[in-house]
């Protein structure tokens, strides 16, 4: 079974800095996907960045960036130049290569304060 | 349009009526699962199905039904709602839907209150 810890409840950050959300993870797998999912008040379901667990590099999209570390297991999301629409809940999730149902951690909600 | 499209979006029942959720897909993906949103837990799985007629419980899968006759198509049904399984129910499906790789794609979400 894996497991996803999101150990920030709640993080703010100013509009324009830089934020940095955190996750942990643990399964016993060799090969799996990582996810960070974004949730506005709508309750929609928003994918934000992916990654490959055989991938060395870190992915990036836009603003959105991760920092990957596989023998630590960790792989945090960091917001650059944060905007008002980057408000919402933030999930990490991991799931296994032929396998997948995806494990989700319980979420970080992210406030940008103008 | 193609993508996942979930009914009913809100319902309100009352304990002990059977409910079913319906979660209908356009791009063929083998994958489909039933997650439940409750505060402070994230989303946990209900059930999932990794093709037609083929279902596996997922980590809260008790007072629910699934079923999968077509790939298409994956209902979840609440045999005798009770007030615990007040949520927000969310269908997915994993799959590819465009150039980037394998993902998880999800439906808007079913609010669901039991009174």
């Known amino acids: 079974a894996q497991t996803v810890t999101q150990s920030q409840p709640e993080m703010s950050v100013q509009e324009a800095e830089t934020v940095t959300l955190s996750c942990t993870y643990d399964?016993?797998?060799?090969?799996?996907?990582l996810f960070w999912y974004k949730q506005p008040p709508s309750r929609q379901m928003i994918l934000v960045i992916r990654?490959?667990?055989?991938?060395?590099q870190n992915a990036t999209e836009n603003r959105f960036s991760v920092n990957f570390q596989k023998a630590a297991k960790s792989f945090s999301l960091k917001i650059s130049d944060s905007q008002l629409g980057d408000a919402a809940m933030y999930f990490c999730?991991?799931?296994?290569?032929?396998?997948?149902?995806?494990?989700f951690g319980t979420g970080t909600r992210l406030t940008i304060i103008p | 349009d193609a993508g996942i499209t979930q009914s009913p979006r809100y319902k309100i029942t009352e304990t002990g009526r059977q409910v079913t959720l319906m979660c209908h897909q356009t791009?063929?993906?083998?994958?489909m699962f039933w997650y439940r949103q409750d505060l402070g837990h994230g989303l946990r799985l209900i059930y999932y199905?990794?093709?037609?007629?083929?279902?596996d419980k997922g980590e809260v899968p008790d007072g629910y039904v699934v079923s999968r006759s077509k790939t298409e198509n994956f209902p979840l049904t609440l045999e005798s709602a009770t007030r615990s399984q007040t949520s927000v129910y969310f269908c997915?499906?994993?799959?590819?839907?465009?150039?980037?790789?394998?993902?998880?794609?999800f439906g808007e979400g079913s609010w669901l209150t039991v009174v």
């Open positions: 990654q490959e667990a055989y991938k060395q």
């Open positions: 399964t016993s797998e060799s090969d799996y996907y």
């Open positions: 199905s990794a093709a037609a007629d083929i279902t």
């Open positions: 999730a991991c799931t296994n290569f032929g396998n997948e149902k995806l494990t």
């Open positions: 997915a499906t994993w799959g590819r839907a465009d150039n980037s790789g394998n993902t998880i794609y």
């Open positions: 791009w063929s993906h083998s994958y």
